[in-house]
């Protein structure tokens, strides 16, 4: 009998304006980019690492493009004073699916898997207008100037080409990746996207995961980022991850990272 796929319609994230700040120089290693993304570092720099070898750096008169369904190590650097700043734009696959099609120029532009782009004044300009704009503005708005920025990065020979095959650990990700708060197990998401648990596992394994290991990846890598917002409480980052104890919650994350949450936060 042949297996079943997962093809169940994904409920993607909305793009987003992300402000992430720091003191201190925080790394991470094999950071899985469930959306493409571009970084527009303020204060300090941003080095991407394969192991131990920096593959690029990017710093404040650059922008760093990323598409998504990558691993990547990277560190972020402080400067004194004023430590590591920078806003992160995540695109929503739809956007960028949109965008690629309605022009037949992006078909002959260098397809983004991880770049660097020098800011021009004009880019600039279009990202002090999204700065100004942010997510509080109608999305419409936002989207219409996420537009603008997508077309001066294509005028500069890039685009993010859609992705047409994503893994399973992708897909899973783009339906609850948005609700980790939840408590997802295993058999609501074999429902959920209509395979039996058995083939579930199958699948997963075939590409060297387990759903207990993914849910505890994704989880710390939203803590990391929300606890880098500024934003909330510990207490409201666990909750919004899926902890109930916030004992639990400083465990795991300092048996993930090697930090506790308080020293982040």
Request: charged content about 20%; some cysteine; overall charge positive.
């Given at each position: 009998m042949a297996e079943k796929s997962i093809s169940a319609s994904?409920?993607?994230?909305?793009?987003?304006?992300?402000?992430?700040?720091?003191?201190?120089?925080?790394?991470?290693?094999?950071?899985?980019?469930?959306?493409?993304?571009?970084?527009?570092?303020?204060?300090?720099?941003?080095?991407?690492?394969?192991?131990?070898?920096?593959?690029?750096?990017?710093?404040?008169?650059?922008?760093?493009?990323?598409?998504?369904?990558?691993?990547?190590?990277?560190?972020?650097?402080?400067?004194?004073?004023?430590?590591?700043?920078?806003?992160?734009?995540?695109?929503d696959y739809r956007t960028l699916q949109h965008f690629y099609?309605?022009?037949?120029?992006?078909?002959?532009?260098?397809?983004?898997?991880?770049?660097?782009?020098?800011?021009?004044?004009?880019?600039?300009?279009?990202?002090?207008?999204?700065?100004?704009?942010?997510?509080?503005?109608?999305?419409?708005?936002?989207?219409?100037?996420?537009?603008?920025?997508?077309?001066?990065?294509?005028?500069?020979?890039?685009?993010?080409?859609?992705?047409?095959?994503?893994?399973?650990?992708?897909?899973?990700?783009?339906?609850?990746?948005?609700?980790?708060?939840?408590?997802?197990?295993?058999?609501?998401?074999?429902?959920?996207?209509?395979?039996?648990?058995?083939?579930?596992?199958?699948?997963?394994?075939?590409?060297?995961?387990?759903?207990?290991?993914?849910?505890?990846?994704?989880?710390?890598?939203?803590?990391?980022?929300?606890?880098?917002?500024?934003?909330?409480?510990?207490?409201?980052?666990?909750?919004?991850?899926?902890?109930?104890?916030?004992?639990?919650?400083?465990?795991?994350?300092?048996?993930?990272?090697?930090?506790?949450?308080?020293?982040?936060?």
């Amino acid at each position: 009998m042949a297996e079943k796929s997962i093809s169940a319609s994904p409920q993607p994230s909305a793009n987003a304006w992300v402000t992430l700040t720091h003191h201190d120089r925080v790394s991470m290693r094999a950071a899985m980019v469930h959306h493409a993304f571009v970084c527009w570092i303020r204060h300090g720099s941003k080095t991407l690492y394969h192991g131990e070898t920096p593959l690029t750096s990017c710093t404040p008169d650059q922008l760093l493009l990323v598409n998504a369904g990558q691993q990547i190590d990277f560190c972020n650097y402080p400067v004194p004073r004023y430590g590591y700043q920078a806003h992160l734009i995540n695109l929503d696959y739809r956007t960028l699916q949109h965008f690629y099609h309605q022009s037949p120029h992006n078909q002959s532009c260098k397809a983004i898997h991880i770049e660097t782009l020098d800011i021009d004044a004009t880019l600039e300009s279009v990202l002090q207008r999204l700065a100004s704009i942010g997510t509080r503005s109608p999305s419409s708005l936002f989207d219409h100037w996420i537009n603008e920025l997508l077309l001066l990065i294509s005028l500069k020979g890039f685009v993010f080409r859609p992705r047409q095959n994503m893994s399973i650990q992708e897909r899973i990700h783009q339906h609850i990746g948005h609700r980790l708060e939840q408590k997802w197990q295993k058999k609501a998401i074999a429902d959920l996207f209509h395979v039996s648990e058995r083939t579930l596992d199958r699948q997963l394994a075939q590409e060297g995961q387990t759903f207990s290991s993914l849910l505890r990846q994704w989880r710390m890598e939203q803590a990391m980022s929300l606890l880098l917002q500024h934003q909330h409480s510990i207490g409201e980052i666990a909750y919004r991850c899926g902890y109930q104890s916030h004992s639990r919650f400083s465990q795991t994350f300092k048996a993930y990272f090697g930090k506790s949450p308080a020293d982040i936060h």
